[in-house]
């Protein structure tokens, strides 16, 4: 049985090789069914268009096949021969790591030619145990293992390996150093994405920001799974407050409350004082507010905006991340509770229209509003956040 | 006295954190600290109005700007605490 408390998660980021606008290096996450996830980290020979290709098909093809259950030797040879041939070099080629993950706990890790991948387990980096198989003259490195909460496995390309190559370090960085980054950066409450963005980052540095090679990391754990619930302006109807606001109690987890009426309106239903602070803690994004039984109190719309575009941010190279993941304001703070901590999030969204901010120049309305919420859930889900949202 | 400046969505867009930057330094150079108390407080209804607004004492007062921040100071604050 699926343990239903716990979630596999996947996180990852790349930064291209220097001067391309497309990535040599391709990753492709798939759940056939609930109880499986795979990732295929694939990265194609050269960089630009073609190695792009070449990664594109390695990865898509083998996520899946292997989540469609064919053995591991067809799989190969299904890719080898479909990959077109480079005119140059002669030939069709591909590294690639594969881990599938079955009820949160059996892990599968495939890997051919890329660095290895290892593992975080109590806090500490250990390696897996691997054994290999010659597949027409591949030679794939095999690893099987019973994975525990927290568990984490990082996947890399080689850009991360020789990252700072005749820009920063000859060497310098190898194996064991990304080991022991890995493992003093590490902390349980981490989220994939984050750790995934912190080696890479950590790589785009070494390459002074001029990456030599196609860098991705990719982290895969296990973790719990968190409800995160916000609420987001009054009921359209005032009779209905009430309900949103009792509904939106009775779920389990952190909830947030985005809006000055409506911080109010969950004031009174918990009868306790709304204490705003004066501290404009990011002068861009009003001061939040604290009240006893909620978790946090935001400004509304102007708050939101920027979630949202830190959201955008998170999912092309994340480098708000370094911003939002310490700062204290009423957006980074949300940032951290949706991005970063759940992995399950109830919109309670009132639509009531605020007829204070309809025709003013501010560029506050109805229509910005449902937007914002529309697009703020669609880039949950892309996260890979299970997102519900309810009107009231 | 207790001074509070809105920090709703509109007047934050109107100029919330310039005029509470204004307060705090107004305050401390007529060192007022003891005898206002500065706070925020989300919407007070007035958004439709130009300019930020504020309570002070349960009196709201709107269309607060860098311009005529003085002027209100001395106005609604100064001659009610001096």
Redesign the interface.
């Known amino acids: 049985m699926t343990n239903s408390r716990l979630l596999t998660e996947v996180g990852y980021l790349s930064f291209n090789h220097v001067g391309e606008q497309l990535c040599g290096d391709h990753v492709e996450i798939v759940s056939p069914n609930e109880s499986v996830s795979i990732l295929v980290l694939a990265d194609g020979l050269g960089s630009g268009v073609k190695a792009n290709i070449l990664s594109t098909l390695t990865s898509k093809m083998l996520s899946t096949m292997i989540g469609g259950d064919i053995p591991i030797k067809e799989c190969i040879r299904c890719v080898a021969k479909t990959l077109p041939v480079c005119k140059e070099r002669h030939v069709a080629y591909s590294t690639f790591s594969i881990i599938k993950i079955r009820e949160n706990r059996y892990v599968d890790i495939y890997n051919f030619d890329n660095p290895t991948p290892f593992l975080i387990h109590n806090g500490k980096v250990m390696d897996l145990d691997y054994s290999s198989t010659v597949i027409d003259n591949k030679t794939i490195y095999h690893a099987k293992y019973e994975a525990s909460l927290y568990d984490t496995f990082i996947l890399m390309s080689d850009g991360v390996k020789y990252a700072g190559v005749g820009e920063t370090l000859n060497f310098g960085w190898d194996t064991p150093q990304i080991k022991d980054f890995m493992g003093s950066i590490y902390q349980k409450e981490y989220s994939s994405k984050a750790l995934a963005t912190e080696l890479a980052s950590q790589c785009n540095r070494l390459y002074n920001y001029r990456p030599g090679d196609d860098t991705t990391a990719a982290v895969v754990r296990i973790r719990e799974r968190k409800q995160a619930n916000l609420m987001f302006g009054p009921a359209t109807n005032k009779e209905d407050d009430n309900e949103m606001v009792s509904l939106f109690f009775a779920k389990e987890g952190v909830h947030i409350v985005s809006g ?2 409506t ?2 309106i969950v004031s009174k239903y918990l009868g306790k004082r ?1 204490v ?3 501290d ?1 803690l990011d ?1 861009e994004i ?2 939040t ?1 604290s009240l006893e039984g909620v978790d946090l109190v935001t ?4 708050t939101i905006r920027k979630v949202l575009q830190y959201a955008n941010n998170y999912l092309a190279d994340n480098s708000d991340y370094f911003e939002w993941s310490y700062k204290q304001d009423g957006a980074s703070k949300i940032a951290q509770y949706l991005f970063e901590q759940a992995t399950d999030i109830n919109f309670f969204v009132g639509c009531a229209i605020n007829n ?2 309809q025709g ?1 120049d ?3 309305n109805f229509q910005t509003k449902m937007h914002l919420i529309d697009q703020l859930a669609d880039k949950l889900k892309q996260m890979g956040k299970k997102v519900r949202v309810s009107y009231f | 006295m207790v001074v509070e400046v809105c920090v709703g969505s509109s007047c934050h867009l109107k100029g919330s954190y310039e005029v509470i930057e204004l307060f705090k330094a107004r305050i401390a150079k007529d060192k007022l600290e003891d005898k206002i108390d500065l706070k925020g407080t989300f919407c007070l209804g007035k958004c439709g109005i130009a300019g930020v607004s504020i309570r002070v004492d349960e009196q709201i007062i709107t269309g607060v700007t860098p311009g005529n921040f003085d002027e209100v100071f001395d106005t609604y604050i100064l001659s009610k605490v001096a």
């Open positions: 000055g009426t911080g109010t709304l705003l602070d004066t404009y002068k009003p001061p507010a400004e509304g719309i102007i204070a901010h003013e501010t560029g506050i």
